[in-house]
């Protein structure tokens, strides 16, 4: 038979300037007592949950949450005056000394946003409860007293950009950040107790982020409580000690350490009824907003005095946007430039503290610079059998508990899809994204295969155009940059001017349009002392309908290179040239900017948003070749002009498209929900030219 429950609510601030106003407050207290109900301790409700004792007679409880000094002012009169009672939880390194003060001893009650920016920049607790009024509220007034952690520590629990610090910034920052700084970002904020958080690491003026280890967060909760607990048992003196969880939240691991910790109980911000067989390491709380009257408290008197609403009328709390683990899939066994984006993902995210895995075919050539890098490779022999494929990856999914699943190259997409939906089956939810690299038209389907899925990365605004044109939703289409790791080492140029091109022979490439170009520019100057080299192509002769035989015997062909000597010919290069037909962003071209090389690039794709003509490098109309040639000859003449136009690209490289600058645009992507703007921003090129 279904019987009575004990409400719980949940008070802060009572005051005229936040929270609740006293007027509603003291309505509050008299429609409990005009229904009947009797206020009862924290302690009485944990023997009813273990049932010691019965709920015989209306029973609530009224928990008081940070000890504002409203509470003492306002609450703590109102409750003696009623004959009731309440349970106060108080953050103890904000307890100061002092002695207990009347309302003229405070000469301002401010909102509780301001006493919690006072208390964690500049130490000021004036604002809450001091040690000898939390003495007197046990000793002397007969109410509770417990733990409500040392400092109600948030953290950025993902990356989702809420503007960057200011005055308006959620109070927490202030506890994130040691200093106020207006050009730092602030994100969501959550509980350091129930997620890992993202925190800041200042290197050479420049910030990251990087996420806690389970182990670091399970340090940092047994050692606020050891000294949370040890403050507050010298205050309450009592036999068992419960606790508060900040904002509500929690987790199995935290409530493993709250038990370790000695807690009996812990109070949550979770919905239902509160009974014998209730847990009391998670009893159930109704949150009190600013604005209810009277008539709210009676609906929910009712509501949750009784067994069978409250339950009905459940809230459970679920963490939400928790992203701890990465999966990249790809077929692709090549290092192509996919691929090597795929592996800088990768890098990024190890180096923000994220666990990643990767399904590859086996023989990948990838698999053996995943795994130097740390991450977990799982490996998938049949990648054509999409069924197959796809229930394969639903169970590594589960396995390796995967919050965020990111697809290269066209056939990991349907498989993708296929995964995600096999995991709604089985009742596990992971967001699922698609990267694009390329701006030919995209499969008929990919506008289902974004709603199926969470949308699309594209590593150019120009390639992101493409898929709206072809009815992919603007909200599930963002931009995150590739980014390059680079040596470190400035490049020592060669003696003499060298011209490289880095691509292939085929049309999209346009090596054609360079050997033009070449050939324009040594019929008008011979050009004497200056190197043209062209990486990638097999047979130099095959171009001889581009340019004269002479032309041919001056550029330099290596034909196909390991990497590794592309990027030390980059390093000794002078000017890099881009003669591409169809592109959306190169990796050449982020190499070449980080080796320190003036730029010449056709307008193809997303090129003309890295290049500002005449500042880092020059545009060209595509198969433009005269307007190349010219363009080659004056940073053959202007060595000046062209030594600055590489410090710029480096310095735009260094700065647009680093592992962090990756990091953090990839799980702002990630920590993305439904509703959010897509990130579509393009690097602020213009600010740091004029830096």
Known sequence: MLGKSVPVFCYHAVCEKDGLSPVAFAAHLDMMQEMGFKTITADHLFEICLGRKPIDDKYVVLTFDDCHISNWIN??????????????????????????????????????????????????????????????????????????TCRHQGCFKDLRFKGNYSASSHWSTWGIYRKFNAELPTYDYGSAFAYNGFWPQFRKGKVTFKRRSDDERRKFIRDDFKRSLDKIKKINGARRQFFCWPWGDFDSLGMQEAAAAGFSGTFTLERSANMLGTDPMRINRIGVGSGKDAAWIKKRLLMYSNEAPAMLCFKFFTKRNDIGKILYITDSDKLSGGSRQLVNSARAMLQSGLGVVSVLKPGSMLIPVLKEMGADVVLLDDFKNILTAGAFLSNVIEEYQVDVVHTF???????????????????????????????????????????????????????????????????????????????????????????????????????????????????????????????????????SENASPATLERIESPGFIAHEEVGKLLATSHIYVMSSRLESMPNTLLEAFDAGLAAICTKAGGTGELIRNGMNGFLCELEDSEGLAKCMKTLIDDTELRGEMGRLNRRIVRTFMSSSAKSRSLLKVYSSMPGDEPQVDLPDIDGLIKK
């Open 409 to 543: 190259h066209n056939r990991a997409v349907k498989i993708g899809c296929i995964a995600k939906g096999l995991s709604l089956l089985g009742g596990r939810k992971h967001k699922l994204f698609f990267n694009r690299g390329v701006i030919y038209k995209p499969n008929p389907l990919a506008p289902l295969f974004s709603l199926i899925g969470n949308g699309y990365i594209c590593n150019s605004a120009r390639s992101r155009e493409v898929l709206l044109k072809h009815f992919v939703p603007p909200k599930r289409a963002q931009v995150v940059y590739n980014s390059f790791v680079g040596g470190g080492r400035k490049p020592k140029r060669s003696a003499e001017t060298s011209i490289i091109y880095v691509g292939n022979g085929g049309h999209a490439k346009g090596a054609d349009v360079f050997i033009q170009s070449v050939d324009r520019l040594l019929a008008k100057d011979k050009c004497e002392g200056v190197r043209f080299i062209a990486v990638g192509l097999k047979d130099i002769s095959s171009f």
């Open 75 to 148: 609450v703590v009169p109102m409750l003696e005056e009623r004959g009731m009672t309440g349970v106060f939880f108080a953050v103890s390194d904000f307890i100061g000394a002092g002695k207990i003060r009347s309302r003229a001893d405070v000469k301002e009650i401010l909102p509780m946003r301001e006493a919690f920016v006072m208390a964690l920049s500049r130490d000021d607790n004036s604002q809450f409860m001091n040690e000898e009024e939390l003495k007197s509220l046990v000793h002397d007034k007969g109410m509770e007293v417990y733990a409500h």
